[in-house]
């Protein structure tokens, strides 16, 4: 992206275009101004968030087209909201572009984006545009309402805890993009979790259910993996948790990749991040209603892990004993020379 | 800034101290959570706007401070919400620190944004952090309330144009930190745009007064220049524009440092950008009162340069002929090691 203002007008001009095919209610003024005016809804509570992702740390371009960028960028936003149980309504959109970036790009991440946040009847209202100095760097940040807000930090002791989906996917699918493609393993499941990882798709609709079903307690979507995510929860809900790690649950796709690469599917579960899946606490006596719930509106399974404990930190248990687990993702290292794989 | 989460967790508790100083009305949830739980006030219209700042594009670590950028990073989009009459509530703020950035440069980031947002009553609620592999960069959302919204849209032929303060100041700022200091300029004038360039003081209360005085028809702020600013007015409101050139209003510190560097003041005040002064349409008859009450209220003087025409795009002019101007506010090249100037 050159640095010219006249360029920059008219790819905000572009942008304008792009985002207008997005249309909602509650848009008094989107692009084109200083900010955009937006209507919220009487009684409910806005919710904010937002996510950078930067080249070379969240992502590489060598396997990232621009579409998979802008549906992603939007994807890790729209968790956070589903994560909360909330309806996603307006995003703003910042992108640094280095030179040499074109308009078919700039098109392209925005068809990326339009595509999933038309699918959540969320309309981008503003955002900016910049060149970069090194590569592109992206800023979202997603409004949304909810009238009564899930929280990571209103666990109870004895409460269930469990997750949708599975988990490790998402690890997976950057192994075999960072690495290499293993032989012997099904192009489908190729094809699953390198998606998983490039397009994920957020459990928005879910976490409206959920927030609405009753008995759900705390919630929070899974983005830098169960290891690190859930000692968050119970630190946040002045509580521990114990976990059996044999409960995890891991889909074939990941399986085959990692017995063809050699890694733990485990490591990948406990450990990758970015599967977006929701990690809740429930009654335990909710907790099959909530699993019929969800397989009959969205056939997704919601897997119990283990429960919420009084207090000493989380542990994890496997055929009875007490284990460690691989926790948190490490990004890619700060210099891009770095060949060091996410998970 | 290192990748690890277990650091980035180390930081979100620092950040969410920090931010924790700043305390206001309508925050549910604050750091911490999936999204901050925000309570807007019935009736009004919610405003957001965002906001890049990139190292090397924006600004250059040789001459800003960390507190600096985190000033100027919540002024900017303080900026836009005044440009609406709005008031700002709530700021999302997401920063990328390149490896080796210290927990005091991230505390000196933060106090800067805070002590700009304390004095606007301004919360922060959220963000993001990650590693960079080039420098900094730091996105901030700004959300704010309005009864009625100034809009660029809504001038109308036969309306008087005006500016707040002075033009150009940023700009002379800027060649002096990016070039040279000029000598025999008195060291209380290179302090002032120099201060102009690192800390400009959003016009948010004035932009407040404005919108509730009545009269006032479209107001923005002038962040790129009032030579490319002012056609983006004029085009908004599918109107055009007559400026008398002399009275873009100067100030003696950078006229004095123009002299000094052999620079043209006023293709800084056209061209220069960053000045975040108010461009208003107002009735005719509503000038003197406005003027009145900006001066009695704000010390703040509103400038009368011309007026909004039927049609047929923005004419300059000078000694009554027509002129061109110098517009827009061209950032640094990509490249880090490119020296031009912003101006």
Redesign the interface.
Known sequence: MS????TE?ALVRRIRELAARTTGAGV??GI?????????H?GT????????L?????FRRRWAEPADLGWKALAVNLS??A??G?RPR?A?V?L?G??GTTAEEIDAFYAGALELASAHDTVI???????????W?I?V?L??E?TA?L???TARPGDTLAVTGTLGRSAAGLAVLERETPSGVEPAALAAVTAAHLRPYPRVREGMWLAAAGGVTAM??LS?GVG?DLP?LAD?SHAGALIDVERLPLDDATRAVAAALGADPLAWATGGGEDYELLLACEPTALARLQRGLAEAYRIHLTPIGEVTASGGVHWRSQGREVTVA??????????AASGAGA
């Open positions: 640095a010219g203002r006249s007008d008094r003024v084109g101004d200083d900010c955009a005016v937006l209507e919220t009487p509570r806005l919710l904010a968030t937002t996510d950078l930067i080249e070379d740390v969240h956070d909201i994560a909360m909330g307006w703003l910042a640094a280095a030179d209202v503003g955002g900016d545009t910049s060149s970069s100095p090194y590569g760097m800023n940040t409004l949304g909810a807000p929280l990571r930090s929070m979507d830098d690190i968050r946040e926790r948190g993702f490490e990004h890619f290292a700060a210099r891009p």
